[in-house]
C-alpha cells in the first residue's frame, strides 16, 4: 500500500485546514490509520487515531480542535483541525498500521 497526505499549507492561529491521506495499490478497510505529525526540532508524535470501527482517538493538546474520520470506500482518512495554534505546525503523516506504512508528510504552518 502507498499513502498520499494533502492538505497542508500555511494559516493564522485560528483558522482551519483538513488533510487527507489516500491509500493506493491496497485498502485501509482492515486496518487502523493514525495522523502523527513532527514539529520543527523535535521527534515525530501521534495525534489522532481512527480504528476499523470507526472509534476515535486524540492526544490531549488537540482534543476538541481536530477530529479524524475515514472513508473506506474512498480509502481515505481525514483530519479536520479547527482553531490551530502556532504549536500545531509541523509535518503531518498518516499511518497505515497493519502495513506499518508511511505518507510522505504535509506541511502545516501556523502563524500568531
Known amino acids: 500500500v502507498q499513502l498520499q497526505a494533502s492538505g497542508g499549507g500555511s494559516v493564522q492561529s485560528g483558522g482551519s485546514l483538513r488533510l487527507s491521506c489516500v491509500a493506493s495499490?491496497?485498502?485501509?478497510?482492515?486496518?487502523?490509520m493514525s495522523w502523527f505529525r513532527r514539529a520543527p526540532g523535535k521527534e515525530r508524535d501521534w495525534v489522532a487515531t481512527v480504528t476499523t470501527d470507526e472509534r476515535t482517538a486524540y492526544d490531549d493538546p488537540v482534543k476538541g480542535r481536530f477530529t479524524i474520520s475515514r472513508d473506506n470506500a474512498k480509502n481515505t482518512i481525514d483530519l479536520q483541525m479547527n482553531s490551530l495554534k502556532p504549536e500545531d505546525t509541523g509535518v503531518y503523516y498518516c499511518?497505515?498500521?497493519?502495513?506499518?506504512?508511511w505518507g510522505q508528510g504535509t506541511l502545516v504552518t501556523v502563524s500568531s
Open positions: 499511518k497505515h498500521w497493519l502495513e506499518d506504512v
Open positions: 495499490r491496497g485498502t485501509i478497510r482492515n486496518t487502523p
